[in-house]
């Protein structure tokens, strides 16, 4: 399966309620930011808390067109948590960093609008 970004696509093809529940996505809070040069596409280095039961986790976000490494420290993102990890360079990427396209294709950070607690499942 593709993602794209593009907003005119058609919906994805209808799924069952159990393939819903099978992406695990998740609330954190991004404890550290930093660039990632070596990446091929301009990207971040993130390290996202999801609490006690997740843990800590790293993500590399291509997310530099509207966020800089101080402004990303201490906001709440959503996250899938269930993928396998991905090789990125010489970085692990251990979660997905979930965003939507703006007009021009850069990604918007998916947040709650208030604060929650840390590993709370999006439903």
């Known amino acids: 399966m593709h993602a794209t970004h593009d907003p005119a696509a058609p919906p994805a093809p209808e799924i069952g309620f159990d393939d819903f529940l099978a992406v695990d996505v998740r609330v954190g809070t991004i404890v550290a930011a930093e660039p990632f040069p070596e990446a091929r596409k301009p990207a971040f280095k993130l390290t996202i808390d999801f609490g ?43 979660v997905l960093t979930l965003g939507f396209p703006d007009a ?20």
Do not use: W
Request: net charge positive; glycine share 12%.
């Open 52 to 94: 006690p039961t997740i843990g800590t986790k790293r993500s590399s976000a291509q997310i530099t067109e509207h966020y800089d490494c101080d402004g990303l420290v201490g906001r709440q993102v959503a996250a899938v948590v269930n993928f396998p990890p991905r090789q990125i360079g010489k970085f692990m990427s251990q």
């Open 104 to 123: 021009h294709g850069h990604v918007v950070l998916a947040h709650p609008s208030v604060p929650v607690p840390n590993g709370g499942r999006l439903f």
